[in-house]
T-cell receptor
Framework: DAKTTQPPSMDCAEGRAANLPCNHS???????VYWYRQIHSQGPQYIIH???NNETNEMASLIITEDRKSSTLILPHATLRDTAVYYC?????????????FGPGTRLSVLP | KAGVTQTPRYLIKTRGQQVTLSCSPI?????VSWYQQTPGQGLQFLFE???????NKGNFPGRFSGRQFSNSRSEMNVSTLELGDSALYLC?????????????FGPGTRLTVT
């Protein structure tokens, strides 16, 4: 079973920030939080990952709470092309074979 | 760098046949993982190979098998195809040596079993 809980769907207005939450209350100390997205029938696209600190790259920002039990992916200026299913995954170094367990994700709809 | 490539992109087979799918990882990546995606079950892990060795395996029957070559390219094989094997098969590559394991996915092979 997935170690994460995400809302099944969210809407966001084009040009506004999209904030996608993820709960991972059983995360252990060496587990990373990864975010991927999948646009219809394409392969999942890596977005960002983090361990403890907040992270930012050209696509998004990842905010991880101090207790690491939840995180938020932020798309600062959502566009129609950001409409996709977003997956939050927790996986760690002891998961030697790196088998990501995908939950159902959050279906983000960016509205014009 | 070129991304992960998968061949073929689309495939139609009949029940009872067997199929082989191919995955070429990003240059320098030594780990290849395979996933099956269906509308009912979502994305499910099949197996992962690192340096030609299967390092982890998901809960799939023995009809699903794979291998990895010395150049890190990987193949997966499904024997005695069933209708329920119709799915999008995805492979992902990563450096695979230490965490974090950023995986980069290919476009997938769409398999239809009739």
């Amino acid at each position: 079973d997935a170690k994460t809980t995400q809302p099944p769907s969210m809407d966001c207005a084009e040009g506004r920030a999209a904030n996608l939450p993820c709960n991972h209350s059983t995360i252990s100390g060496n587990e990373y939080v990864y975010w991927y997205r999948q646009i219809h029938s394409q392969g999942p696209q890596y977005i960002i990952h983090g361990l403890k600190n907040n992270e930012t790259n050209e696509m998004a920002s990842l905010i991880i709470t101090e207790d690491r039990k939840s995180s938020t992916l932020i798309l600062p200026h959502a566009t129609l092309r950001d409409t996709a299913v977003y997956y939050c995954i927790v996986s760690g170094a002891d998961n030697y074979g790196q088998n990501f367990v995908f939950g159902p994700g959050t279906r983000l709809s960016v509205l014009p | 760098k070129a991304g992960v490539t998968q061949t073929p992109r689309y495939l139609i087979k009949t029940r009872g046949q067997q199929v082989t799918l191919s995955c070429s990882p990003i240059s320098g990546h030594r780990s290849v993982s395979w996933y099956q995606q269906t509308p009912g079950q979502g994305l499910q892990f099949l197996f992962e190979y690192f340096s030609e060795t299967q390092r982890n395996k998901g809960n799939f029957p023995g009809r699903f098998s794979g291998r990895q070559f010395s150049n890190s390219r990987s193949e997966m094989n499904v024997s005695t195809l069933e209708l329920g094997d119709s799915a999008l098969y995805l492979c992902a590559s990563s450096l695979g040596q230490t965490s974090p394991y950023e995986q980069y996915f290919g476009p997938g092979t769409r398999l239809t079993v009739t």
